[in-house]
């Protein structure tokens, strides 16, 4: 009599290794944090009086729910709601991080839509990115004219929301390759 081995059969410490310590180490870095970097002012007629402005949002327990709950707030327009808010705020990036404060992902917000940047693949990759982000901020101090200086270092900052902490990596861009239903 022969006894076949189960696909289903892993060994104890297969199991503990690929399944529960990275689920047990994710969980430590749970709840994850939504923030969202704008333009804020008082008067939105003067835009010399304008500064920049990091608004929290609020927590999920999930990276996919954590997209889901900026996409519904950015459509409906309650960023500005809150203790933190200014009467004139514009949304430019959108950051979800982790209680570490590591970045998870983060996006680009083109006409009430978050451009949900696709994490760095390598630390190779990285590197290009930090000297990139350091040229257009080197650029934006030399520059006289503060419209100027302050694009720069949105270009800059939407760079770097592509360097997601290597823990976040594989999910964030398996996340991102998903097809997104209608």
Known sequence: MILSRHDSFRPIGQMLATDVLPALYRAQKLPLRISCLGIASYDASDEAYSFDRMIPLGQCPSLEE???????RLSRGDIRSGPNSFPHFR??????????????LGGEIRRNIILWQQPVASNAEARQIVTEASRLRGLAFRTSA??????????????????????WREAAADLLHLPQAA
Not at 91 to 104: A, Y
């Open 146 to 167: 503060p419209a100027e200086a302050r694009e720069l270092r949105y270009r800059a900052a939407v760079l770097e929301t592509r360097l997601v902490d290597p823990f």
């Open 91 to 104: 949304p430019r990036i959108m950051l979800i991080q982790d209680s570490d404060h590591g970045l998870v």
């Open 66 to 72: 954590a997209m889901r709950f900026a996409a519904l």
